[in-house]
């Protein structure tokens, strides 16, 4: 079981581990059905928890569905002379909704505070993007820059900060 008490201004959990007979009241109740002061995210709806993972790992896929597209097939869907541009756009676009939608994931176990959520929400969108550019390798046409790692890492840290906005907005309207 994990103690959720703040024992650093950093809120890391304390592990506590607990024998199986702890686990139940004398009643044949659960302790852990009984115990109000357990972290809500333990106790949350199969549903909810799906439709918290099912956007982020939707969009993972969309993404990938577009970087296996050969590269003759985005060229023609890019027909201008800012192709550079749009592809930097694209980029940037796609990871700031990919880090937004795991952010609004994350957030939502109450885990840590914003600072660690960043930190875990810029990692995982990178480590997705260092995979969707080793993806590349295996595409007719298309190979894998460090550029366009660069333009994820700008995209997640964008969206962030509009989600953060946005949130901090609503917060002051709501006061």
């Not at 995979?131 to 295996?138: A, G, I, N, P």
């Not at 894998?144 to 906005?165: C, I, K, N, R, T």
Request: glycine share 6%; net charge neutral.
């Amino acid at each position: 079981m994990v103690n959720w008490q703040c024992y650093s201004p950093f809120r890391i959990p304390r592990v506590e581990w607990l024998d199986s007979r702890s686990l139940y009241h004398n009643d044949g109740g659960s302790q852990l059905e009984n115990d109000k002061t357990m972290n809500p995210n333990e106790r949350r709806n199969p549903v909810s928890s799906a439709l918290l993972w099912l956007p982020p790992v939707v969009w993972m896929i969309v993404i990938f569905i577009g970087s296996s597209l050969p590269a003759n097939t985005i060229n023609q869907a890019t027909q201008s002379h800012h192709y550079p541009i749009s592809l930097a756009l694209a980029h940037i676009g796609e990871f700031a909704i990919m880090s937004i939608l795991c952010h609004r994931l994350i957030r939502s176990f109450n885990l840590s505070p914003t600072g660690w959520t960043w930190l875990a929400v810029i990692t995982i969108t990178l480590l997705y993007g260092a995979t969707d550019e080793l993806h590349q390798m295996f595409i007719p046409g298309r190979v894998p820059s460090f550029v366009d790692l660069g333009y994820d890492f700008l995209g997640a840290v964008v969206g962030l900060a509009v989600y953060e906005m946005k949130t901090r907005m609503l917060n002051i309207s709501k006061r």
